[in-house]
């Protein structure tokens, strides 16, 4: 059963794909850009990041070493469109404390540590629940890591992959055995693109309540009828 659930999910990456074409993800010009992405998008619309990403840019604040001398105060104001200003100033903060104190305040050490142990660390840090530590991974670090948000959530319970109720653990298993059978460097790549191109059929079909005329996805709807509206 799970075999069978884990080859629909690459069928349905597949016709995503084919239909929406390749989305270059993350859009970011830098890893720490995507770092700070990662966390300013908690509980808020990207349109709202992309103005706190102006403000620091606009600054030149998007480096470790600008974060690192930046007043935790001035911060605060600077991200203030994404909201939660204290508790996501906070965090990057201590994003950045934890680079200096494991890997020299460099990105491309911490990318060089294995997944298991980026990601146990990064877990317990303030601000980071699975998806920030998976996104992170996959997108600034070059890790391939499954993204669990709640448009996959909604793709594998409402067609059936799973059920409603799953863990995060669950789902995120279910997208690894998709893409188990390839090779390290294109495991990476297919997990950028698998979350990229779910995010993109989420908001284009598979909203809190489905559209599903014209989904790239409606062809399996034949098997397991109707959608389970979440």
């Not at 201590?94 to 877990?123: H, T, W």
């Amino acid at each position: 059963m799970r075999h069978n659930a884990a080859r629909r999910l690459r069928e349905f990456y597949s016709h995503l794909v084919e239909a929406y074409g390749p989305q270059q993800w993350w859009p970011a010009k830098s890893a720490f850009e995507v770092v700070i992405g990662a966390y300013l998008t908690q509980n808020t619309a990207w349109t709202s990041v992309e103005k706190s990403i102006a403000n620091l840019a606009q600054r030149a604040l998007l480096s470790v070493a600008a974060i690192r001398a930046l007043p935790e105060s001035e911060l605060r104001e600077l991200i203030r469109p994404s909201g939660y200003m204290m508790r996501k100033a906070a965090a990057i903060k201590a994003f950045v404390a934890f680079l200096d104190n494991f890997y020299e305040g460099s990105l491309e050490k911490l990318a060089d540590e294995s997944s298991e142990i980026a990601r146990e660390r990064l877990l317990v840090l303030p601000g980071v629940g699975p998806e920030t530590a998976d996104a992170i991974l996959l997108y600034a670090l070059g890790h391939p890591a499954i993204v669990v948000d709640e448009y996959l959530r909604r793709v594998v319970t409402r067609h059936r992959l799973l059920p409603e109720k799953a863990k995060y653990t669950e789902i995120q298993a279910l997208g690894e055995a998709a893409f188990a059978g390839d090779a390290q460097a294109e495991r990476a790549q297919h997990c950028n693109e698998f979350h990229a191109v779910m995010v993109e059929v989420g908001k284009r079909h598979c909203r809190r309540n489905p559209v599903c005329d014209g989904c790239p996805l409606q062809w399996d709807l034949r098997y397991v009828g109707s959608p389970v509206r979440s």
